[in-house]
């Protein structure tokens, strides 16, 4: 047809094929990039304005609520209530009420003055004036949101005009209106936009909905982004929703090449020339315009209606959405085209008809195609934000023109899918989405606020006060002294054993030496060989073995034989089966020491728990073991605890090294104590070091009023309950089982995993304190946690992760301060020793809690400098303390030695 392809040709321009809409999708995506920006939002068109929604509905909402819905094509009170009875079920009921001329574009105090009226004739009308109810208030202007429910107005729009609002929060206006009214107590928890509360109303009945868009009388979407992108909000965590204020897209001029001379001619004729842009190509309210327009041309060049222009057709905004809805019903044929046409005063022939429904579906189809241009660029930001292949993903809407044009969801639809196909989308059709939008977000706050404070409330134990930390480090303290005094040593839980070391390296050890390290992770065996003078150096070779669980718990022979088994395994690969060689016995388990190679162990510790052996001597019980098998002889020189070997392996480095301290798999602390303070071992003179055992502090009681019910479930399902209170509270072994009684309360009462304890939550152990630090990594964005808690068979969703990290922060941070409190009586207890103002002094550490958790180091250093701001503590980290200590232990027992016989 003649007429037809001359119409293509003279709308060429409106007929967008996919490579351009693919075009006008990077546009948008750049654009959204610019409005998230710090430094680029203000030159942006698409505003991005931070919703402070951080959360969709999970079906755990309960309650009645009352929302007010000002700006959209009808103003109106409503009560909602939600009930939560797993069917996601609602009520609604609504009354509409006018906004008169002199209301909206009056003054300020008049209109909220007004809206609380009508607020309060509903609640009159429903007897609710006597109920405490939070409300919701639906409010469809551009806002700069700096709270949930706090935002100042950008600008009106629509047809409001009202005097003093603009630049002013909006919600404390209204709540000054409320409180006017002394009878009714109503509480404002939340402000939002129609698109939010069309995401929320679908995202009630359809939990993958973080999309909600407007095409109606506006046209506007927003999503949920996530919060590390949001440079105008501080933290990191979780994600917020956006409003784009998508229909300014294009106002500096981004869309020119795409925008017609009709476009450029009905934006002039506009309220507001050269503003949203992209609105006014796309909708209901500019629909009939644009249409007008086009047939006005071309009726003017000869091409429809004979030439003959009609008083109508010159007339502003006489074709509506409406008519372009009719005349597109093409099921109907021509008559309503021709019905329409007629009405304006047109005389239509047939084919005039079909050019007519033609131009709108040009014009209509240009709509859908750049709405979905746009959204494809917002679902292809999600898919990036979520790292995933695919990503399936529910858009609510809600708008005239979406809900009464009969071609334009199947369109709308058609369009994304082809341009972003590899999403998976659903489009949710929202019901009454704005006004009952603004309750359903009321209601996820309320609940959000409802469990912040269970949240908090089991959280608070967690958090010491600095007075708090100053009493723990004042009570170690005494209890340090407890256990030097020979009065009171016997029953200190602080035992404060001797362990004959007296003197740290100078650097002239040299020799070769073996060495055990028993009672960490990995039980080893190593040969180490020492250097001195000018060529001072350590040089170490290892062989881990393991250790089974039957073992580990049986009987104390069988313990002592593997070892032996596994140091004849280890001589011979080394090739050194026949040498005499000296030997260190890292041995970390509380021991009372008579010398330096006796060691009679108190009790066990950690996971060990072999019979026959407390109260016996650990070198006695080795030595039978080589005796038993007769096969090789060596030198027991030394017992060392671990603490000890670390102090000794940084002292070699430096000199000022006087503590030692381990946060592994367990936590103790070694120091180098004045003789004259010891009261059970002979002698005055120099010093010798103090292996703490610090882990029993509290096993009197005296800390028992900041152990919380988690920290004594862990204590009870320990193998040594009662034993080790304060290593329970602070070493590797024990954190992670922390978390994980905490998670338990936490989704007990509803506030994680929906209430559900899967199996995997259950097993003891399987919260392993390196999932602490991973989780607790800065640099670990939400979904890895999500992903690591996949790993352990918990099924989390983006809330529950961040309450996770939350709980795994209060733990490890406890578990820091409380740590750094002892080492603050430590320090101290050694700045008085020397009697000096100030001390300077090196600690000495190992363990993988400290080395290896992301936070942990420093909030330990942090307390020790807030707690002894007199001593200048440095930390000096020990590579391989257990190993090379023992070594240079029996290195310097063994020069002593030799000394003492000379
Ligand atoms: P040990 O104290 O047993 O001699 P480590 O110092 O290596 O040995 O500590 C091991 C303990 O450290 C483990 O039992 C575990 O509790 C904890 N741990 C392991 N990996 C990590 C990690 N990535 N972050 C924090 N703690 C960890
Ligand atoms: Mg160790």
């Given at each position: 047809m003649i007429l037809q392809s001359l119409l293509s040709l003279y709308l060429y321009h409106m007929r967008l094929s996919d490579d351009v809409l693919l075009d006008v999708m990077a546009r948008f995506q750049a654009e959204m990039v610019k409005g998230l920006g710090r430094d680029t939002n203000s030159t942006a068109t698409v505003k991005m304005l931070p919703t402070f929604v951080r959360s969709l509905p999970d079906g755990s909402e309960k309650g009645d609520f009352l929302a007010v819905d000002l700006g959209g094509s009808q103003f109106r009170a409503l009560e909602v209530k939600v009930f939560n009875d797993g069917k996601q079920s609602s009520q609604l009921e609504s009354k509409f009420y006018p906004t008169p001329k002199e209301v909206i574009q009056g003054s300020g105090t008049e209109l909220f003055n007004y809206v609380a009226d009508c607020?309060?004739?509903?609640?009159?009308?429903?007897?609710?004036?006597?109920?405490?109810?939070?409300?919701?208030?639906?409010?469809?202007?551009?806002?700069?949101?700096?709270?949930?429910?706090?935002?100042?107005?950008?600008?009106?729009?629509?047809?409001?005009?009202?005097?003093?609002?603009?630049?002013?929060?909006?919600?404390?206006?209204?709540?000054?209106?409320?409180?006017?009214?002394?009878?009714?107590?109503?509480?404002?928890?939340?402000?939002?936009?129609d698109t939010v509360g069309t995401m929320m109303t679908c995202g009630y009945d359809d939990p993958h909905c973080e999309v909600g868009l407007i095409i109606g009388t506006g046209t506007n979407a927003c999503y949920m982004e996530e919060m590390r992108h949001i440079d105008l909000v501080e933290?990191?965590?979780?994600?917020?929703?956006?409003?784009?204020?998508?229909?300014?897209?294009?106002?500096?001029?981004?869309?020119?090449?795409?925008?017609?001379?009709?476009?450029?001619?009905?934006?002039?004729?506009?309220?507001?020339?050269?503003?949203?842009?992209?609105?006014?190509m796309i909708s209901s309210l500019y629909l009939g315009e644009l249409v007008r327009l086009i047939l006005l041309k071309m009726t003017k060049e000869g091409l429809l209606f004979n030439g003959k222009v009609s008083t109508a057709l010159l007339t502003k905004d006489k074709i509506e959405m409406k008519h372009v809805c009719a005349m597109e019903k093409y099921k109907e044929g021509l008559s309503n085209t021709k019905e329409i046409l007629t009405e304006l005063n047109l005389f239509p022939s047939e084919e005039d008809c079909i050019a007519v429904q033609h131009v709108c579906t040009i014009v209509s189809f240009r709509s859908a195609n750049l709405c979905a241009a746009a959204l494809a660029a917002i679902l292809t930001r999600l898919r990036e934000n979520k790292k995933v292949l695919r990503l399936r993903t529910t858009v609510g809407i809600d708008g005239?023109?979406?809900?009464?044009?009969?071609?334009?969801?199947?369109?709308?639809?058609?369009?994304?899918?082809?341009?972003?196909?590899?999403?998976?989308?659903?489009?949710?059709?929202?019901?009454?989405?704005?006004?009952?939008?603004?309750?359903?977000?009321?209601?996820?706050?309320?609940?959000?606020?409802?469990?912040?404070?269970?949240?908090?409330?089991?959280?608070?134990?967690?958090?010491?006060?600095?007075?708090?930390?100053?009493?723990?480090?004042?009570?170690?303290?005494?209890?340090l002294e407890y256990g030097l005094k020979r009065e009171t040593q016997a029953s200190a839980t602080v035992k404060m054993l001797p362990t004959y070391v007296?003197?740290?390296?100078?650097?002239?050890?040299?020799?070769?030496?073996?060495?055990?390290?028993?009672?960490?992770?990995?039980?080893r065996v190593l040969l180490v060989k020492i250097r001195s003078g000018r060529r001072r150096s350590v040089q170490m070779y290892n062989k881990i073995f393991a250790i089974p669980l039957e073992i580990m718990q049986g009987t104390g022979e069988e313990l002592f034989d593997h070892i032996v088994q596994c140091i004849a395994d280890f001589l011979e690969y080394m090739g050194i089966k026949g040498a005499r060689l000296p030997l260190g016995f890292t041995f970390s388990f509380p021991c009372r020491q008579a010398s330096i190679d006796k060691g009679t162990l108190v009790g066990w510790t950690k996971g060990f728990k072999a019979t026959d052996c407390e109260g016996e001597d650990v070198v006695d019980m080795l030595r039978e073991a080589i005796r038993r098998r007769n096969e090789f002889d060596l030198d027991i020189v030394a017992v060392v605890n671990d603490t000890v070997g670390t102090m000794m392996?940084?002292?070699?480095?430096?000199?000022?090294?006087?503590?030692?301290?381990?946060?592994?798999?367990?936590?103790?602390?070694?120091?180098?104590?004045?003789?004259?303070?010891?009261?059970?071992?002979?002698?005055?003179?120099?010093?010798?070091?103090?292996?703490?055992?610090?882990?029993?502090?509290?096993?009197?009681?005296?800390?028992?009023?900041?152990?919380?019910?988690?920290?004594?479930?862990?204590?009870?399902?320990?193998?040594?309950?009662?034993?080790?209170?304060?290593?329970?509270?602070t070493s590797g072994m024990y954190l992670g089982e922390i978390v994980r009684q905490i998670l338990i309360d936490l989704t007990k009462q509803g506030l994680l995993f929906r209430g559900q304890i899967s199996e995997s939550l259950?097993?003891?152990?399987?919260?392993?304190?390196?999932?602490?630090?991973?989780?607790?990594?800065?640099?670990?964005?939400?979904?890895?946690?999500?992903?690591?808690?996949?790993?352990?068979?918990?099924?989390?969703?983006?809330?529950?992760?961040?309450?996770?990290?939350?709980?795994?922060?209060?733990?490890?941070?406890?578990?820091?301060?409380l740590c750094g409190a002892g080492l603050a009586a430590i320090v101290e207890k050694k700045r008085e020793n020397r009697g000096v103002e100030h001390l300077q002094i090196t600690v000495g550490v190992d363990g993988t809690l400290y080395k290896l958790h992301p936070h942990f180091s420093r909030v330990l250093q942090e307390t020790v400098r807030e707690l002894a701001p007199q001593c200048d503590v440095t930390f000096m980290l020990s590579e391989d303390g257990s190993g090379k200590g023992a070594a240079l232990i029996t290195a310097v027992a063994k020069r002593l030695h030799n000394i003492g016989r000379k």
């Open positions: 607020l309060l004739d509903f609640m009159e009308s429903k007897n609710l004036q006597h109920k405490k109810l939070p409300l919701g208030f639906t409010f469809s202007f551009p806002c700069k949101q700096t709270k949930l429910e706090e935002g100042a107005l950008l600008a009106w729009t629509k047809h409001f005009k009202v005097r003093g609002v603009q630049g002013t929060d909006v919600v404390s206006s209204l709540r000054k209106a409320l409180q006017k009214h002394k009878d009714i107590d109503v509480d404002v928890l939340a402000m939002v936009n933290g990191d965590e979780g994600r917020m929703c956006i409003n784009t204020e998508w229909g300014a897209f294009g106002d500096d001029g981004a869309l020119d090449d795409l925008r017609t001379e009709f476009d450029r001619e009905l934006d002039l004729g506009s309220l507001n020339p050269g503003k949203q842009l992209f609105e006014k005239g023109l979406y809900k009464t044009h009969p071609q334009y969801p199947k369109r709308l639809h058609k369009v994304v899918r082809r341009l972003v196909p590899n999403c998976d989308v659903r489009f949710l059709l929202s019901q009454s989405g704005s006004a009952k939008g603004a309750a359903m977000v009321t209601a996820v706050a309320y609940r959000l606020a409802a469990q912040r404070k269970q949240i908090d409330a089991v959280l608070a134990p967690f958090l010491l006060s600095l007075d708090t930390l100053r009493e723990v480090k004042n009570k170690m303290r005494a209890e007296c003197g740290t390296p100078d650097g002239t050890e040299s020799g070769k030496f073996l060495a055990l390290d028993l009672g960490g992770t990995n039980f392996t940084c002292g070699y480095e430096d000199p000022n090294c006087e503590i030692g301290l381990i946060a592994g798999t367990g936590s103790n602390v070694c120091y180098m104590e004045d003789m004259k303070n010891i009261e059970i071992v002979e002698g005055n003179e120099g010093k010798m070091c103090i292996n703490t055992e610090w882990g029993g502090f509290g096993d009197n009681g005296c800390i028992d009023n900041i152990r919380t019910k988690y920290d004594i479930q862990v204590d009870e399902g320990s193998l040594n309950a009662g034993k080790q209170r304060y290593e329970k509270m259950r097993k003891r152990g399987i919260f392993e304190t390196k999932f602490l630090s991973q989780i607790e990594s800065d640099r670990l964005a939400l979904l890895q946690v999500r992903r690591i808690l996949q790993q352990l068979g918990l099924d989390s969703t983006c809330e529950d992760s961040i309450i996770v990290k939350e709980v795994c922060g209060a733990v490890s941070r406890r578990a820091a301060q």
